[in-house]
């Protein structure tokens, strides 16, 4: 049956409380002395709140302080505030869902889905799994299944990808990931010219983002959508009618261009 959108919500608190008991269970082995005696407080509800609070917080703290500041490191087209707005896109678009969705998951996700870029921009999807699988960090918080879940996710985000993503996780990275507002999508699509084809003079900045922005986003492009109650559907089909025109486009590369030089 389809879950609303605010049961949803609720269901991933209550996934995240779930998996964070295990963690504590199997991980702190806290114990206080009552009467001379050891005194297991695994079932100490109490406690279990009071450790699952602090698991938030540090895994929330660990992705803001450490893993977004990563991508100071990256392109124009990919710096802090992309990563930020993709996890705010994705946990939004978690919302709509009608199965069940951890939070956690999602989050790491979405702020980890670009950190291959370290390595450059052609495999930078399957870089990102890589690194997300080799972060000791991350299996304070999530085991084995769920960290090549985050990996795959991040894998699966790429626009140009040949299948479709293999959960609900990478789906929705992958659809926030699109950012379909045209003016950004333009911007960005400049921005990474200046950085990986620095040789290129004006003409050819702005003949190349026409070129790329057809072959992705013009109808018949290689750019997917994933997530049916997304608002990218419209909008991407509106900017797919400036695209079509090729006086259009071309202006509005040209006026963008004009303010990032």
Known sequence: ????????????????????????????????????????????????????????????????????????????????????????????????????????VLLTAAACHDLGLINGRDNHHTDSGKIIRADMRLREWFDEDQIEVIAQAAEDHRASGKSAPRSIYGMIVAEADRVIDGETIIRRTVQFGFKHYPDLDREGHIARAVAHLKEKYGRGGYLKLWIPWSDNAARLSALQDVIADDEAILKEVERIYSTLV
Request: charged share 30%.
């Open 1 to 104: 049956s389809t879950v609303s959108a605010s049961a949803c919500r609720l269901l991933t608190d209550v996934a995240y409380w779930q998996h964070a008991a295990v963690v504590a269970a199997r991980s702190l082995q806290y114990h206080l002395r009552t009467d001379g005696k050891k005194k297991d407080r695994s079932q100490d509800w109490s406690f279990f709140l009071y450790i699952f609070a602090v698991m938030k917080t540090e895994l929330e703290k660990y992705i803001y302080e450490v893993i977004v500041p990563r991508y100071r490191e990256f392109d124009d087209a990919h710096k802090e505030d992309h990563a930020l707005t993709v996890i705010e896109q994705a946990m939004k678009l978690m919302d709509g869902c009608d199965v069940l969705v951890d939070r956690n």
